[in-house]
């Protein structure tokens, strides 16, 4: 097992009825700023039960932080952050929310003259505005990390920023917003926190059975739930556990100690740069072909895989490795998720090159556990998507 050291300080308060509890979490004496997305939490109830928690507070609020959140939207709320004199933000919402919390967070104490370069040139934030969340949506585990994802559609760019001061001080993670979901959104926090799962698993035996055996539990639980999720939102207990599983597919715990992979969401950030596609269906779209052309490497994580979580005793090794690709494969189609690129763009044809030249400008040319797969593998890789 590799050295390691975990910082997770975030406190997660979880379970239904809980979101009265911002009543004594968010603190009193500063003034806040509520950030929330296009409107879902006025149609739930969540809006009137925040609202209601924070009666003897003094709150600010901005809305319309879009899904894959944007840069020029964000600026508009670092000016209220300064010219309001917040003291502390609250993000309700989903990852995007969240994100976007977490790099206003950043930028409202940046000393640089633009803001933008926290992600283009990869700024770590050591101290940030302090800010907590209420979870509208399991999926990205970016309640209980400290990395945010900022897209910039004018320049066709979404780039990934974080640092030990982006940690949300608070979640509160009611696995009763699971019953408004729809079931777009469903499938994708089941294949994102999945996919998570995987680029923290799916290396090379690295003598750390107990980080594989909790990757896998948490695998084998999306599997199992995911059926009641997709039908009956309304099924607390699956929810509860859906909401947990992407917390914990994210939030340090399983990868200490082991390498990681992470280059199908650098590739897959690409299609959403460029096409807009879901986050989680990008992942879907690339895992496959990733996988298969790193075969070589990864077949022992793989066949392992297939032996624990598919229960596949017999066959080589390659076959039970073939067997694990195209059962994950299965596993996305299964939430009703297509895993081709011309599912989603009739104008893919070239599209590769714009990823290896966009990837190529970002610095994004070692990826993998074994940092080997330079722009060029990856144009491969999503040719092999098309
Ligand atoms: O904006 P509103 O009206 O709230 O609607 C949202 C949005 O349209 C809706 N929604 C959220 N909660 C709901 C609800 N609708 C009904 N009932 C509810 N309770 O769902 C839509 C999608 O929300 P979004 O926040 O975009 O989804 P998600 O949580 O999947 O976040 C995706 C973003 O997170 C990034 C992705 O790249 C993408 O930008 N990621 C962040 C990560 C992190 N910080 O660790 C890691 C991930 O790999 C990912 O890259
Ligand atoms: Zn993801």
Not at 296 to 312: C, D, T
């Amino acid at each position: 097992m590799r050295n390691f050291e975990l910082y997770v300080p975030t406190k997660v308060i979880f379970g239904e009825g809980e979101i009265q509890k911002l009543k004594t979490e968010v603190p009193a004496d500063k003034k806040i700023l509520l950030l929330y997305g296009g409107g879902s939490i006025k149609k739930n109830g969540i809006y009137e039960q925040v609202i209601s928690a924070l009666e003897q507070h003094e709150v600010v609020e901005f809305s319309g932080i879009e899904a894959n959140p944007e840069y020029t939207t964000l600026l508009k709320a670092l000016e209220v952050i300064k010219s309001e004199n917040i003291g502390f933000m609250l993000a309700v919402g989903g990852g995007s929310v969240i994100d976007g919390v977490k790099f206003l967070a950043s930028a409202a104490l940046y000393e640089g003259d633009n803001p933008w370069d926290i992600l283009a040139r990869k700024i770590r934030t050591f101290k940030g505005l302090p800010f907590g969340t209420v979870l509208t949506l399991p999926a990205t585990g970016s309640e209980m990390n400290s990395g945010a994802v900022v897209s910039r559609s004018e320049t066709n760019e979404k780039l990934v920023m974080g640092g030990p001061g982006l940690f949300p001080k608070f979640s509160i993670c009611d696995p009763t917003v699971v019953r408004s979901i729809p079931t777009r959104q469903l499938a994708n926090g089941i294949a994102d926190a999945y996919t998570h799962v995987l680029e923290q698993y799916m290396t090379y035996p690295a003598h750390a059975p107990l980080q594989d055996r909790f990757s896998e539990a948490i695998l084998q639980t999306l599997i199992e739930i995911a059926p009641t999720v997709m039908k009956d939102p309304n099924n607390y207990k699956a929810a509860a556990n859906f909401m947990w599983c992407c917390t914990m597919a994210l939030n340090g715990y399983i990868q200490k100690g082991v390498p990681t992979d992470w280059s199908i969401h650098v590739i897959a950030h690409e299609l959403t740069a460029f096409y807009g596609i879901d986050h989680a269906r990008t992942l879907a779209v690339i895992l496959p072909s990733a996988y298969t052309k790193k075969f070589e490497q990864k077949k022992e994580k793989l066949a392992q895989y297939a032996e624990r979580i598919f229960n596949m005793q017999d066959g080589t090794l390659e076959e039970k490795a073939k067997f694990a690709i195209h059962k994950t494969e299965e596993f996305y189609q299964s939430l009703g998720i297509k895993t081709r690129l011309r599912d989603y763009t009739d104008t893919y044809e070239g599209f590769s090159h714009k990823v290896a030249k966009s990837l190529t400008e970002h610095g994004l040319t070692a990826l993998g556990e074994h940092q080997d797969i330079t722009p060029e593998i990856a144009a491969e890789i999503v040719e092999m998507a098309y």
